[in-house]
T-cell receptor, first 114, second 111 residues
Framework: EAQVTQNPRYLITVTGKKLTVTCSQN?????MSWYRQDPGLGLRQIYY???????DKGDVPEGYKVSRKEKRNFPLILESPSPNQTSLYFC?????????????FGPGTRLTVT | DQQVKQNSPSLSVQEGRISILNCDYT??????FLWYKKYPAEGPTFLIS?????DKNEDGRFTVFLNKSAKHLSLHIVPSQPGDSAVYFC??????????FGKGTRLHILP
């Protein structure tokens, strides 16, 4: 089954404690992206990757890091989480650029930073 | 500065009637538009898209209309069904790697 998986689905952490949210896709897609969804703000792109070792910033990259060492995986790293990063995070993958091709989204990771 | 605006946070429509969800954009460089649907506790799923060279695209019960001069697009769902109750996101891009989403419109289909 074609899918995008994210782990963990729920995470509560404290300010400053480094964390990683994993994302994996099994569709051999070139592009992968991370988004955050906040009430009243919709979905905002954090980072995206066009291929292995190629990443670029989206609209709200501050406080986040990503890496793309393998085509199927695209982890999101919060080196020093802060309460304003409390949000619902989605990973997505697509055959081509997100603005031109259908994206497949993961189920989401709800992060709370206290 | 909101480049993609969905001015109606919610919309209620009777089952069987037409649902019309609206989206406005400000960036004239946008040339590709997409609609995604989201159920609670799930990720968004792609619904339909349209290129700026077209003014209409249809897929089953879903039709998207694009009015470039007004920088406006709309999603029509006919007939509306209970399973259509969800949040709908409009998105736009300038055919590059970045995509801008609107804030979403919550659609309630009433029995």
């Amino acid at each position: 089954e074609a899918q995008v998986t994210q782990n963990p689905r729920y995470l509560i952490t404290v300010t400053g404690k480094k964390l990683t949210v994993t994302c994996s896709q099994n569709m051999n897609h070139e592009y992968m992206s991370w988004y955050r969804q906040d009430p009243g703000l919709g979905l905002r792109q954090i980072y995206y990757s066009m291929n292995v070792e190629v990443t670029d910033k989206g609209d709200v990259p501050e406080g986040y890091k990503v890496s793309r060492k393998e085509k199927r995986n695209f982890p999101l790293i919060l080196e020093s989480p802060s309460p304003n990063q409390t949000s619902l995070y989605f990973c997505a993958s697509s055959f081509g650029a997100p603005g031109s091709y259908e994206q497949y989204f993961g189920p989401g990771t709800r992060l709370t930073v206290t | 500065d909101q480049q993609v605006k969905q001015n109606s946070p919610s919309l209620s429509v009777q089952e069987g009637r037409i649902s019309i969800l609206n989206c406005d954009y400000t960036n004239s460089m946008f040339d590709y538009f997409l609609w995604y649907k989201k159920y609670p506790a799930e990720g968004p799923t792609f619904l339909i898209s349209i290129s700026s060279i077209k003014d209409k695209n249809e897929d089953g019960r879903f039709t998207v209309f694009l009015n470039k001069s007004a920088k406006h697009l709309s999603l029509h769902i006919v007939p509306s069904q209970p399973g259509d109750s969800a949040v709908y996101f409009c998105a736009a891009s300038a055919r590059d790697d970045k995509i801008i989403f609107g804030k979403g419109t919550r659609l309630h289909i009433l029995p």
